[in-house]
């Protein structure tokens, strides 16, 4: 099975910042990457899928990138409403797995 | 519009089996490519992916669950079954079921169901 590993667990940024969260896959999954953005009481939802695609609607803040076993999910400016726990999720395998997800809150 | 609407028990006793219904509107699921999978959530843990049927009727699951697990579609009813069997205080979590691309674009609510005697 594939295992995915987010860092850092937790974070801590201001509004304005560049905050950058890294997923790594313990095998290559070339580009099959998701990232998904989930606040409290709500249902995940898709931010970027493909390591790099932006799904519809989703603000351009919000930017994937890598390949193979590391990826990046960047926000250039955070906002308030960017308040929330992120998840990646591998969909090379038939097997899907998420990472442990990482909790992003304003300093 | 495309939604999806998990329903199933509240509440399920210890070893008991767990059934739940994912009843997906304005998408078929005969359509080629269409994916389910059920996901769950423990309080204050992490997405845990559980089990996908395709719209050919292939069926993966996770191997940590699969000796417990079975999923299932009605493509008259457009839904999609999942059952647990015996079900655990742990197993508590809200369920929920998303698809319909090779990554999840789609969502149903969730729906908690707790393990208790």
């Known amino acids: 099975d594939i295992q995915m590993t987010q860092s850092p667990s937790s974070l801590s940024a201001s509004v304005g910042d560049r905050v950058t969260i890294t997923c790594r896959a313990s095998q290559s999954i070339t580009t099959y990457l998701n990232w998904y953005q989930q606040k409290p009481g709500k249902a995940p939802k898709l931010l970027i899928y493909a390591a790099s695609t932006l799904q519809s609607g989703v603000p351009s803040r919000f930017s994937g990138g890598g390949s193979g076993t590391d990826f990046t999910l960047t926000i250039s400016s955070l906002q308030p409403e960017d308040i929330a726990t992120y998840y990646c999720q591998q969909s090379y395998s038939n097997l899907y797995s998420f990472a442990q997800g990482t909790m992003l809150d304003i300093k | 519009q495309v939604t999806l609407k998990e329903s199933g028990p509240a509440l399920v006793k210890p070893t008991q089996t767990l059934t739940l219904t994912c009843t997906v509107s304005?998408?078929?699921?005969?359509?080629?490519?269409?994916?389910v999978s059920w996901i769950r959530q423990p309080p204050g843990k992490a997405l845990e992916w559980l089990a996908r049927i395709d719209w050919d009727d292939n069926k993966f699951y996770s191997t940590s669950l699969k000796t417990r697990l079975a999923i299932s579609k009605d493509t008259s009813k457009n839904q999609v079954v999942l059952t647990m069997t015996d079900m655990d205080p742990v197993d508590t979590a809200t369920y929920y079921c998303?698809?319909?691309?090779?990554?999840?674009?789609?969502w149903g609510q969730g729906t908690l169901v707790t393990v208790s005697s």
């Open positions: 304005g998408f078929s699921l005969r359509t080629t490519g269409a994916r």
């Open positions: 998303a698809g319909l691309s090779s990554y999840f674009d789609y």
